[in-house]
């Protein structure tokens, strides 16, 4: 028997994006989120395109639209593990794991406090720590904490077992859902950066990846919005950019991830914004402002304190003494070698598809860097980055088209 019904993989920008537009025309959505908490990538940010706003901006208007329309169930700490039937008659097992806190909005915050083991964040790139009781996402949704069990104490466990709240007996479950069409809006990872052995990634402290540079930046990061040195807490007077690492690299990431030339520009005007007499420069192969973003560049590029250079960063080294990170770059103008100095660097690493190095439950391919090819004759859709990488506009068109074709599929047309 056909379905109406669209099941939504991932409920970040792009998926909560598909499954609106299609419950807005009166279709019953299911969206699967595999984290405690919807708006994935760009939860992390502190700002983003086009209109260089907070993620609240977007996030919490979609949000709002979720809670009042009756048509868009969703499913957090969930997996699709298993597909079977054709387009338009699907029968989907989703695996949801135990949150161990009931329903409701009470504060736990005193509750978590008194827990006895800090256990590093997830979200906040390994940058600052979270209790194992947690709601560690600005402006959560679903607005409820999750317990990660497997971090308490038996202390821990006997004082939350007193709270009403807790429910320490929450078990795995399994559920079937019957749709018509399923959308792939899984987003994207960023690369590992500890594979960049040359470039120091993950050994030197005051070399950091551009997502952890926007959870210094944000208010509701580790650093309370300040962008300071890691290793010493101290504002940086001198920051260098490194553009396309791990990206563009057969070795790597074959392609160019889009995003990473504007996102250190804007990162660049974090830094002037902050510290209008720190120096920074951006090392790069070519920069990439595509259209409507090509004005903002020659904006950031104007500033006299800033300075790009064509050239090719070879190694990244740490002074053991100060900190600070040393530099191997290559002009690509003069051909001239050198070491620069800097008090902090900022790799510009690349947008991998989470669903990279996974195979899905469903029979569609994903090509060797694991983005979604094919399957729209199956009634299945890529939205946003599980397709291509894209900024959040472009995501969020994505995924209106794939929202439209997943309409069509289950309408029969």
């Not at 597909?83 to 949801?96: C, E, K, L, N, P």
């Not at 821990?156 to 929450?170: C, F, P, S």
């Not at 396309?244 to 804007?266: F, P, Q, T, V, W």
């Not at 990279?356 to 009634?379: N, S």
């Amino acid at each position: 028997m056909s379905s109406s019904a669209i099941l939504v993989v991932g409920g970040g920008f792009s998926g909560i994006t598909a499954a609106l537009e299609a419950a807005e025309v009166g279709h019953e959505v299911f969206i699967v989120e595999k984290n405690p908490f919807l708006g994935g990538r760009v939860m992390q940010l502190n700002k983003y395109f086009p209109k260089l706003c907070p993620p609240s901006c977007g996030l919490e208007i979609q949000f709002q639209r979720i809670k009042n329309n009756k048509l868009v169930k969703f499913f957090t700490m969930a997996e699709v593990t298993k597909v079977a039937g054709q387009a338009g008659d699907y029968d989907v097992t989703i695996a949801i794991k135990p949150r161990y806190v009931e329903p409701g909005s009470l504060d736990l915050s005193e509750t978590a406090e008194a827990l006895s083991k800090d256990v590093p964040s997830e979200f906040e790139l390994g940058m600052g720590t979270r209790k194992a009781l947690y709601m560690d996402v600005p402006f959560a949704f679903p607005n409820r904490y999750v317990l990660d069990k497997d971090n308490c104490s038996k202390g821990d466990l006997d004082a939350l077992a007193q709270a009403d709240i807790v429910n320490l007996g929450d078990a795995p479950r399994e559920i079937t859902v019957k749709v018509g069409s399923i959308i792939y809006a899984t987003g994207w990872k960023p690369y590992d950066v500890t594979r960049l052995t040359n470039l120091g990634a993950g050994s030197i402290q005051n070399c950091v990846s551009n997502m952890q540079l926007e959870r210094l930046a944000s208010p509701s990061g580790p650093t309370h919005g300040k962008i300071l040195r890691p290793s010493d807490g101290r504002a940086p007077r001198s920051i260098a950019f490194v553009q396309c690492a791990g990206s563009r690299d057969e070795n790597h990431l074959n392609y160019c991830s889009y995003i990473c030339c504007m996102a250190s520009l804007k990162q660049a005007a974090y830094v002037r914004e902050q510290y209008p007499n720190a120096r920074v420069v951006i090392y790069y192969i070519d920069l990439r402002t595509p259209g409507r973003y090509d004005n903002f560049a020659k904006k950031i590029l104007a500033d006299d304190r800033l300075t790009a250079v064509k050239g090719k960063v070879a190694a990244v080294a740490e002074d053991a003494g100060s900190g600070d990170v040393l530099l191997t770059v290559e002009d690509a103008v003069t051909g001239i070698k050198s070491e620069n100095r800097f008090e902090m660097a900022v790799l510009a690493t690349g947008m991998q598809p989470s669903l990279a190095g996974q195979k899905l439950p469903v029979d569609v391919a994903l090509d060797e860097m694991g983005f979604i090819v094919g399957g729209e004759e199956k009634g299945i859709f890529a939205a946003g980055c599980a397709k291509t990488p894209l900024d959040v506009m472009k995501s969020a068109q994505s995924a209106t088209g794939a929202a439209m074709k997943a309409i069509q599929t289950v309408r029969g047309r």
